[in-house]
């Protein structure tokens, strides 16, 4: 098979995500492998929600602008990303029409649930499932009566032209992979996210470290608020790196419970893996159904010991023994404390962190993984 020639499709998110972050490095990694590749990009930002609506419900817009990228690259391949509003499944339809093959790379649920993350009330929600999108409307998951109506018909609405469209599905985590196959979709294959070896410690510095780390966004699903609850029980010092819409009720809570926690607000990247090279562990107490978190892969590449809830996809990423019960404060503190008090076993647990993130999420594994996807895919 001769090199394939890529067209990266993504609907940039209002907020930037780890989907972001695996869009650009799925591109640097494109370009360090000297892949023939252009990106074709929206912008959510951009667009107000009257025309967000009207995308949705048509099904994307501007269809021929994709058609015309693929026939200018020579496009065999074309891998998208979100794609939703202004995309949509008749870009997709486009490339095909143009000659490309098309991947569709999901990094959340949105195919089924409107709001991506299902995840509502505190609780993993997987109510809507295949074409049966009602229950986004009556319970209003985005916040607005219309928008949430809009959502739910145009996910079922379009849903089969989706699966009509593509030729192979990719996700993260074969957490997602199985989940996914039980919403309604046909089959996906696996391709954890990478981190560049630039990001990789030469040698673990969890043994000097001198606090926890929590990092993302300060939402429900992302379970904050029992890792301010296991530092209180534990006492280990606990930084939170991140904002969002639970900020000043995780504030007032660890006032309540005087818990060791600072917040630090949202930093750039590169703060991050500064306070990685200080840490004694990274603390990624989820309770919804991550895909794959790159506040775990970050921690295991710095060479930080990984305290995680048992949750998602988090023990296919840190390994099932490096996992606690999710909701469960009193075991979160107790493996902290066993890191915390014993600096030699922080050490080995940081070598084994990075070990494991060289083998499984190295830059060479995922771009072998990906160009044979495309190899199948355009055979």
Not at 200 to 209: D, L, P, Q, R
Request: charge should be neutral.
């Amino acid at each position: 098979m001769s090199a394939p020639r890529v067209l990266v499709v993504h609907n940039r998110y209002r907020l930037r995500g780890g989907e972001e972050r695996a869009v650009e490095l799925q591109l640097a990694a494109l370009e360090r492998a000297g892949i023939e590749h252009a990106a074709l990009l929206r912008d959510s930002s951009d667009t107000g929600r009257a025309r967000a609506a009207r995308a949705l419900l048509a099904g994307g817009e501007r269809p021929r602008e994709v058609a015309d990228a693929v026939r200018a690259l020579g496009a065999t391949v074309v891998h998208v990303h979100n794609m939703n509003p202004l995309f949509g499944p008749r870009s997709l339809a486009a490339a095909r029409e143009a000659g490309a093959r098309v991947v569709l790379h999901l990094h959340n649920f949105r195919l089924f649930c409107s709001i991506a993350v299902a995840f509502r009330d505190g609780e993993t929600c997987f109510r809507c499932r295949r074409r049966f999108t009602l229950p986004g409307a009556v319970l209003n998951c985005r916040g607005s009566a219309p928008e949430s109506a809009v959502y739910a018909a145009a996910l079922a609405r379009h849903q089969p032209a989706v699966f009509e469209a593509v030729d192979r599905f990719v996700t993260p985590s074969a957490f997602a992979a199985g989940q996914l196959a039980r919403l309604g979709l046909p089959s996906a294959e696996v391709v954890a996210n990478y981190l560049p070896e630039s990001e990789f410690a030469t040698a673990t510095a969890a043994g000097e470290g001198t606090y926890a780390l929590a990092s993302g966004r300060l939402a429900s699903e992302k379970g904050f608020a029992h890792a301010i609850r296991a530092a209180a029980l534990s006492h280990v010092p606990l930084r939170i790196a991140g904002d969002g819409p639970l900020a000043e009720e995780l504030w007032g809570l660890a006032a309540s419970l005087d818990a060791p926690v600072e917040f630090l607000g949202r930093v750039p990247p590169e703060r991050i893996r500064e306070l990685l090279r200080g840490a004694a562990m990274a603390v990624v107490p989820s309770v919804g159904p991550d895909v794959m978190p790159f506040a775990a892969l970050e921690a295991m590449a710095a060479g930080v010991p990984v305290v995680a809830a048992r949750s998602g996809s988090l023990p296919e990423v840190a390994g099932e023994g490096r996992c606690v019960a999710r909701r469960d404060p009193e075991s979160l503190a107790g493996a902290m404390s066993a890191l915390w008090d014993d600096s030699g076993h922080r050490a080995d647990e940081g070598e084994a962190a990075l070990a494991r993130a060289r083998e499984r999420f190295g830059e060479a594994r995922y771009l072998r993984e990906l160009l044979a996807i495309y190899e199948r895919v355009v055979d």
